[in-house]
């Protein structure tokens, strides 16, 4: 992790090392976030390694606004492709709070668009794309074996609450946010397997991810008055 706040709304840079090469989650939003990031790496000792992909979990400002920083760097964009428009051309999707939202967003290729089932080959990993939408029509997760621990990288989606007791649903404010959408991801999303729990904001959750998953849908059911159906 090189970048974030366990309590506060920056969001969370996540760095892979992997075979001669770095892979990033998400890329902030603005210069401060980016000054922190390349302090992280170098704090890792990954400054002298190329960043060979940046993995986008979704549209939203803070987690893209640098994105053409690192595409010029030399890195390859991988996002989900309902979401790669916003990020190539920086329409209404690309929304955040005010005052959040800092500067004029750059609009940046999407070199690799994904759709659920992809697996990308980045810096000799394989992480499996996995889509979830509802937060934004494009969400992704991205599954990564490493260490005999399954990863998930979760972006906006799903996040975890104090001492990861239990899980936090994902901001429902984007202009493309969709209900139905979200809670069939997360039905789907509940039956996974993980291991460790990385997501966009808040905190970390390193063991037993799958009680997050599971906890998601039994929140999603009392929050939004769901049918209780489950499916084996």
């Not at 890792?44 to 803070?62: N, T």
Request: hydrophobic share 40%.
């Amino acid at each position: 992790m090189i970048s974030g706040d366990a309590y506060g709304f920056i969001s969370n840079i996540f760095a892979i090392k992997g075979k001669d090469a770095v892979v990033l989650m998400d890329t902030g939003e603005d210069e401060n976030d980016l000054r922190t990031i390349d302090e992280g790496l170098n704090y890792w000792g990954l400054s002298d390694l190329p960043i060979s992909h940046v993995l986008i979990s979704h549209v939203h400002f803070g987690h893209i606004a640098n994105a053409y920083i690192f595409r010029k760097r030399g890195a390859k964009i991988v996002a989900g492709e309902a979401d790669s428009d916003g990020i190539e051309t920086g329409n209404e999707k690309v929304v955040d709070f005010p005052p959040f939202k800092k500067k004029p967003y750059v609009p940046c290729p999407v070199d690799i668009k994904v759709n659920d089932g992809d697996v990308i080959d980045a810096a000799g990993l394989k992480f499996d794309a996995i889509a979830v939408p509802g937060h934004t029509a494009g969400s992704m997760f991205y599954r990564l074996n490493m260490d005999d621990r399954t990863i998930l990288f979760t972006g906006d989606v799903l996040s975890v609450g104090t001492d990861c007791k239990y899980s936090e649903l994902g901001w429902t404010g984007g202009v493309d946010y969709d209900r139905l959408q979200y809670f069939e991801s997360i039905k789907k999303f509940s039956k996974l397997h993980a291991d460790v729990i990385l997501p966009a904001h808040f905190q970390l959750c390193m063991k037993d991810g799958w009680k997050i998953l599971q906890d998601s849908y039994l929140r999603a059911l009392l929050a939004w008055r769901q049918p209780a159906e489950y499916d084996e």
